[in-house]
Structures are given as C-alpha cells and as structure tokens.
C-alpha cells in the first residue's frame, strides 16, 4: 500500500480527462462516477514519520547514536530509523548541528 493525494488526483484526473468529454453526457457521467468514487475511498490515518536523526532525543559521538529517551547506544546505520516516542528537535538544535557531546 503506498499514501497518495487523493485531491491532487482527482484535480489532474479533472484537468485531463474533462476537456476529452466534448460534452458527451455518457462521458461526462464516467468521469464523474471516476472522481466521486475516488473521493469516496477509505481514508488512512498517517502521521509523518520522525527519524532518529532528526529527533530531540537523538545525541551523535563519533560514530554511535544514543538516544536519550531509550537511554540506548546504537552504532550509526541506516538514516531511515525511527520509533512512535520521536520528537522533532527544535531549529536552535539544527543550527548548532546534531553532533554533540555525551
């Protein structure tokens, strides 16, 4: 399953097609059921997801993350690693850099 813009489809779908239908009732009728059924659609609660790199919690020495929520020490790895506790860290943190001292 992937997340997509249901708007944003249904606006290029809208754009595209609608100019094609040269005032065909019949086409019009598909198109509509097209972009009523898309609106329709089950609609999945999702968050943006928060990595370790970019989490408050998140401390980097040298080569090794520790995380102060977890009170845990992970070699670097993977940029693509998160948990449901990440909090954003703040833009002071960002402009100091996330290397600090543990």
């Known amino acids: 399953m992937r997340l997509i813009d249901a708007d944003a489809l249904k606006e290029d779908i809208e ?4 100019p094609l ?8 009728f598909v198109l509509n059921q097209i972009l009523t059924d898309i609106g329709n659609e089950v609609t999945v609660e999702a968050s943006p ?15 090794i993350f520790y ?4 009170k845990e020490w992970e070699p670097l790895g993977e940029d693509n690693q998160f948990c449901s506790n990440a909090r954003r860290r703040s833009k002071d943190r960002e402009k100091d850099g ?3 001292s543990v």
């Open 49 to 63: 997801v928060i990595y370790c790199k970019d989490c408050m919690y998140q401390k980097k020495h040298k080569a």
């Open 15 to 18: 754009r595209f097609y609608r």
């Open 98 to 100: 996330a290397d600090t």
């Open 21 to 28: 239908c040269d005032g065909s009732h019949m086409k019009d």
């Open 67 to 70: 995380c102060d929520l977890f």
